[in-house]
């Protein structure tokens, strides 16, 4: 079945960097756009990345656009975000979600996500 | 930004009809989607394009999109659909998510 598994979190210090990973699995991931999402108690579910099914296109939201970098490896069926200067409003579950389409069609399938907790 | 306004809470007796709402300014024009998310699992999208049904998820949740409001409807409501519900949309320029729902079957 169709699955992403996330890795890469933890406790990290402010300032810091950090990359998450994500492996999906069960679907053709070179033809699919993928998103990242994450979510705080405060904040509830707050939308951050998505880069297209042959990673040529990305778009980010305001609020990390300086400081994250999206990214993928399709021969490793990898999706990654990359995060510079971490700070405490970062800490969240970040998911990976598949894309129904090449780019920006809907969000298809969520990961289980992984936590990411900021604090010196 | 567009903002989508969801009630906290929504209560169903068992077997029975939970209407949960997202509201926004025209939001008929957008397509909603709808967020299943149950604690310690993968959030599940249960409706797409306001009213599509992914394949395995049960014919009791169907949506609807009209004017200011979308709503997620479950009838005869199961156990099982205990979780938080969260509305979701494109506006143009980024994504979207309504706070959240949290279903409770009595």
């Known amino acids: 079945q169709v699955q992403m598994v996330e890795s890469g979190g933890g406790v990290v210090q402010p300032g810091r960097s950090l990359r998450v990973s994500c492996v999906g699995s069960?679907?053709?991931?070179?033809?699919?756009?993928m998103h990242w999402v994450r979510q705080t108690p405060g904040k509830g579910l707050e939308w951050v990345a998505i880069?297209?099914?042959?990673?040529?296109?990305?778009n980010y939201a305001d609020s990390v656009r300086d400081r994250f970098t999206i990214s993928r490896d399709n021969s490793n069926n990898a999706l990654y975000l990359q995060v510079k200067s971490l700070r405490l409003e970062d800490t969240a579950v970040y998911y990976c979600?598949?894309?129904?389409?090449?780019?920006?069609?809907?969000?298809?399938?969520w990961g289980r996500g992984t936590a990411v907790i900021v604090s010196s | 930004s567009y903002e989508l306004t969801q009630p906290l809470s929504v209560s169903v007796a068992l077997g029975q009809t939970a209407r949960i709402t997202c509201g926004g300014d025209?939001?008929?024009?957008?397509?909603v989607h709808w967020i299943q998310q149950k604690p310690g699992q993968a959030p599940v999208v249960v409706i797409y394009?306001?009213?599509n049904r992914p394949s395995g998820v049960p014919e009791r949740f169907s949506g609807s999109n009209s004017e200011n409001t979308a709503t997620l409807t479950i009838s005869s409501a199961q156990a099982g659909d205990e979780a938080d519900y969260f509305c979701?949309?494109?506006?143009?320029?980024?994504?979207?998510f309504g706070s959240g729902t949290k279903v409770t079957v009595l």
């Open positions: 979600v598949k894309d129904k389409g090449h780019y920006n069609y809907y969000m298809d399938v």
């Open positions: 069960g679907f053709t991931f070179s033809s699919y756009g």
């Open positions: 880069i297209s099914y042959d990673g040529n296109n990305k």
């Open positions: 025209k939001i008929g024009a957008y397509n």
């Open positions: 394009r306001d009213i």
């Open positions: 979701q949309l494109w506006d143009g320029s980024t994504y979207v």
